[in-house]
């Protein structure tokens, strides 16, 4: 029986880069790491990245509102435009923000082209 959950991951082809990113960009902590996988954690979320050894990874069709497949984690933010510069300055690519009617979103790539998505629900 399923009885909770252990991990959402992304691959990546730099693990050192890549924890630096998380790190600088969203404020993430690494609780545990070896060349292969380091877990980043906020709040009782873990992060997992999974190294790909160097290779590759593929580009998955995206757009201004995230993923047209596979996963987009998305984070919950209370500043969104200082999260924009923290993401920027740590070498994000943003992918597009909108106010919508439940909030204002914010989409970004990680530097190996992992879309991740920021929301700020409105009160």
Known sequence: MINGYQDFYYNVKDMDRAIQFYSEALGLK?????????????GNLNLGLHWTEG???????????????????TLSSDNIAEDRSRIEKAGGKILG????????????????????????ANS
Do not use: Y
């Not at 990680?110 to 920021?118: H, M, Q, S, T």
């Open 30 to 42: 690494k609780s545990f790491g070896h060349e292969h996988w380091a877990s980043m954690m906020i």
């Open 55 to 73: 290779k590759t990874i593929p580009i998955t069709p995206r757009d201004s509102h995230g993923q047209a497949c596979g996963g987009t984690l």
């Open 97 to 120: 923000e909108a106010d919508q009617p439940w909030g204002h979103m914010l989409v970004f790539e990680d530097l190996d082209g992992n879309v991740l998505k920021l929301m700020k």
